[in-house]
């Protein structure tokens, strides 16, 4: 997921532009991310789940490189 794979860390942060709120709310639902803010000042931060999500996917990624 592009969303999750865009995340500096763990810490709060604006989604990338063009994130709709159906991919947020997605996101959230699915555990990956928390989301605080209203409209222009919405803001999201990976879960536990979502960061071992997103490492997951760059070693296999990394290991499909090798």
Known sequence: MVLLHSAAG???QSPPK????????EAEEQG???I????QKRQFRLTELGSAHV???KRRLEARRS
């Open 10 to 12: 763990t810490d709060w």
């Open 32 to 34: 990956f991310i928390l």
């Open 36 to 39: 605080r803010g209203e409209f």
């Open 55 to 57: 490492e997951r996917d």
């Open 18 to 25: 063009g994130t709709s709120l159906k991919t947020l709310s």
